[in-house]
């Protein structure tokens, strides 16, 4: 019998296109639950803290591929350094040392998002458009050989204002657009657009995401009071 969690990946594949890839966000959700969805064929796997996606990791099939999706704390980049694939959430300039720093430690180049603010919501992270701009106009930034910056990541607000979240998004892929054209660095290479979950990655990918992060569609509920 096919799982619920085979169904739902199953279903919410089929809404996006070949073009867009899919990390399916597990933060929460037993290890059981992941093994069906890899069973089912999903590689890419996303978690928003750091000891969770680590002991993931070692119990689990080493071909998945760990996102970091949460909100980064430089003191735990060094426990994901040795097999992170993309860390979604950088918001500092410090940040990106830090993993470069880690990443030399294990002769790796960690690729990396820039975390934009895009929501209007004071409870959101990221960086304003202008503080992109300084961090990839820093002097030092090509001196960072071992991290990537592949692309921008962004939330849009929590609303059902379906016309602000489109709003949000696209000017995330105008902004996206302008560097990818502009930026010429080693180690940046803007390829990689992260902008959509459950209940907005239609619009998401409407104005040009090409990276879902679907947590609850796929495995369903959230419950934070039992870990
Ligand atoms: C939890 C989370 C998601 C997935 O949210 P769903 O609504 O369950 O799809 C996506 N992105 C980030 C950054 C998250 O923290």
């Not at 979604?88 to 040392?97: C, E, I, M, W």
């Not at 720093?101 to 409870?123: G, P, V």
């Not at 104005?207 to 796929?218: F, K, Q, T, Y």
Request: with cysteine.
């Amino acid at each position: 019998m096919t799982s619920t969690i085979a169904k739902n990946l199953f279903l919410v594949k089929k809404t996006i296109p070949n073009h867009v890839t899919l990390v399916a966000v597990s933060k929460t959700k037993p290890e059981k639950d992941i093994l069906e969805a890899y069973q089912a064929g999903q590689r890419i796997f996303g978690e928003n803290k750091v000891q969770e996606m680590v002991s993931k990791h070692q119990n689990l099939p080493k071909d998945i591929q760990w996102h970091m999706i949460g909100h980064l704390q430089r003191n735990k980049i060094k426990y994901m350094a040795p097999f992170v694939q993309l860390i979604h959430g950088v918001d500092s300039y410090k940040k990106l040392v830090e993993i470069n720093k880690q990443a030399i430690k294990h002769n790796r180049t960690i690729n990396c998002l820039l975390q934009a603010k895009i929501a209007q919501e004071e409870t959101k992270f990221g960086l304003s458009f202008e503080e992109i701009n300084s961090i990839l106009n820093n002097a030092d930034l090509s001196e960072l050989k071992n991290i990537k910056i592949t692309g921008l990541m962004g939330m849009a607000s929590f609303t059902d204002n379906t016309t602000q979240i489109k709003e949000e998004f696209c000017s995330l892929k105008t902004f996206f657009d302008t560097l990818k054209s502009s930026v010429r660095l080693n180690n940046v290479n803007f390829t990689t657009l992260s902008m959509g979950m459950s209940g907005d990655y239609s619009i998401a990918i409407s104005c040009g995401s090409n990276l879902v992060r679907i947590g609850s569609a796929i495995f369903g509920n959230r419950n934070y009071s039992v870990k």
